[in-house]
């Protein structure tokens, strides 16, 4: 395996500060992944960003089942508007379309609400995790019949009645990052990743495992496709196959989002990789001594350690599932760890801290 491997790999999907051996390290929560080629999203910076896409893609699903899930990383929730809206084919001149946002603190709730708004009614639940936290959340919500279910980050949380007659369809486009019906109460803030359209109902199993993987094992039904990677010559470029391509800016062209190469969602893994081993590493942050288990069966793994800039710094294979690897001569600083069972690799991202 060469040094530049895994420079792609996306390590976290959630970060915090904290402090550990007098040094102020950002600690990226691990995650599950292995290496892809490109890793951008999509900013709204400002409460004019906006862009666009067709509005086939609410009249494919219509009235019938659908999946609509995408991975958010908001600014917090006091930097918001009221209502901030991830998308919208709604317009103020008819009831046609739907709206998917985060309805304000409401019936004593701590939070904003995940909600689908429709003829002017929402479907919400006061018992909601907090989602814009700066951090990146995949949201997904599916149709079964006449019930909303609510995902956050693969977990079920609630689901709505909602009625027969509720349809995406409407003759607008999709509206990303704001709500025409509603222009000043709901820009959203923040960035997207990885958003998808489906026009059947994903099963709970599909939406935890997409939570984690680029796709689910069975794509069928999957409408449209962002990854929001920067196409100067399609502009949104729809992963699909099925052509329905968006561009950037509102409905005149104007307050265009950026796509920036930065990502939130754990994207470009096979759909056909076995489940990954699990592994416990320890101490995090570490200063001499970083404690490896895992918890596999298997009696022989390799690992790598990569530095920031993903090049190679230690490699070796150990007979054990439990052992140590000695870090005292590295430098402060982030760095990865690639565990690997034949043709399975985890990664692990850590922190050295010397005094």
């Given at each position: 395996m060469g040094e530049n491997d895994y420079l792609g790999i996306i390590i976290s999907h959630q970060s915090i500060i904290m402090k550990h051996f007098n040094?102020?390290?950002?600690?990226?929560?691990?995650?599950?992944?292995?290496?892809?080629e490109v890793c951008s999203n999509l900013q709204f910076t400002n409460d004019e960003s906006a862009a666009i896409i067709p509005s086939e893609i609410g009249n494919i699903i219509g009235n019938g089942p659908f999946t609509i899930e995408l991975w958010i990383n908001g600014t917090s929730e006091d930097l918001q508007g009221q209502h901030p809206t991830l998308f919208s084919n709604r317009n103020a001149q008819d009831q046609?379309?739907?709206?998917?946002?985060?309805?304000?603190?409401?019936?004593g709730s701590s939070n904003k609400?995940?909600?689908?708004?429709?003829?002017?009614?929402?479907?919400?639940?006061?018992d909601c995790p907090l989602i814009l936290d700066a951090n990146c959340h995949h949201i997904a919500v599916s149709r079964f019949e006449n019930t909303l279910n609510y995902y956050l980050d693969g977990d079920f949380i609630f689901s709505r009645n909602i009625p027969a007659h509720f349809s995406f369809e409407s003759e607008h486009d999709i509206l990303l990052g704001g709500d025409r019906k509603n222009s000043f109460a709901t820009p959203f803030l923040g960035a997207f990743d990885e958003l998808k359209f489906w026009n059947r109902t994903l099963s709970a199993s599909e939406i935890s495992s997409a939570s984690y993987r680029d796709l689910v094992d069975d794509p069928n039904g999957l409408v449209a496709h962002y990854r929001f990677i920067d196409d100067s010559n399609t502009g949104l470029l729809d992963e699909s196959g099925n052509g329905y391509h968006g561009h950037l800016g509102d409905d005149d062209g104007e307050n265009e989002a950026e796509m920036l190469m930065n990502c939130c969602a754990p994207i470009n893994i096979s759909s056909n990789v076995d489940t990954p081993f699990d592994v416990q590493i320890f101490p995090n942050p570490v200063a001499e001594q970083l404690k490896v288990i895992v918890h596999s069966g298997h009696q022989e793994t390799s690992y790598q350690i990569l530095n920031a800039v993903g090049i190679q710094v230690a490699e070796g294979r150990k007979q054990s599932v439990s052992f140590t690897i000695n870090l005292q001569e590295f430098s402060s600083g982030n760095y990865v760890l690639i565990l690997g069972e034949g043709d399975r690799k985890i990664v692990k991202s850590f922190i050295i801290c010397q005094d």
């Amino acid at each position: 395996m060469g040094e530049n491997d895994y420079l792609g790999i996306i390590i976290s999907h959630q970060s915090i500060i904290m402090k550990h051996f007098n040094c102020i390290v950002l600690f990226i929560i691990s995650c599950t992944l292995q290496a892809q080629e490109v890793c951008s999203n999509l900013q709204f910076t400002n409460d004019e960003s906006a862009a666009i896409i067709p509005s086939e893609i609410g009249n494919i699903i219509g009235n019938g089942p659908f999946t609509i899930e995408l991975w958010i990383n908001g600014t917090s929730e006091d930097l918001q508007g009221q209502h901030p809206t991830l998308f919208s084919n709604r317009n103020a001149q008819d009831q046609s379309g739907v709206s998917l946002l985060l309805h304000d603190n409401w019936g004593g709730s701590s939070n904003k609400l995940i909600c689908f708004n429709f003829e002017d009614q929402n479907y919400f639940s006061t018992d909601c995790p907090l989602i814009l936290d700066a951090n990146c959340h995949h949201i997904a919500v599916s149709r079964f019949e006449n019930t909303l279910n609510y995902y956050l980050d693969g977990d079920f949380i609630f689901s709505r009645n909602i009625p027969a007659h509720f349809s995406f369809e409407s003759e607008h486009d999709i509206l990303l990052g704001g709500d025409r019906k509603n222009s000043f109460a709901t820009p959203f803030l923040g960035a997207f990743d990885e958003l998808k359209f489906w026009n059947r109902t994903l099963s709970a199993s599909e939406i935890s495992s997409a939570s984690y993987r680029d796709l689910v094992d069975d794509p069928n039904g999957l409408v449209a496709h962002y990854r929001f990677i920067d196409d100067s010559n399609t502009g949104l470029l729809d992963e699909s196959g099925n052509g329905y391509h968006g561009h950037l800016g509102d409905d005149d062209g104007e307050n265009e989002a950026e796509m920036l190469m930065n990502c939130c969602a754990p994207i470009n893994i096979s759909s056909n990789v076995d489940t990954p081993f699990d592994v416990q590493i320890f101490p995090n942050p570490v200063a001499e001594q970083l404690k490896v288990i895992v918890h596999s069966g298997h009696q022989e793994t390799s690992y790598q350690i990569l530095n920031a800039v993903g090049i190679q710094v230690a490699e070796g294979r150990k007979q054990s599932v439990s052992f140590t690897i000695n870090l005292q001569e590295f430098s402060s600083g982030n760095y990865v760890l690639i565990l690997g069972e034949g043709d399975r690799k985890i990664v692990k991202s850590f922190i050295i801290c010397q005094d």
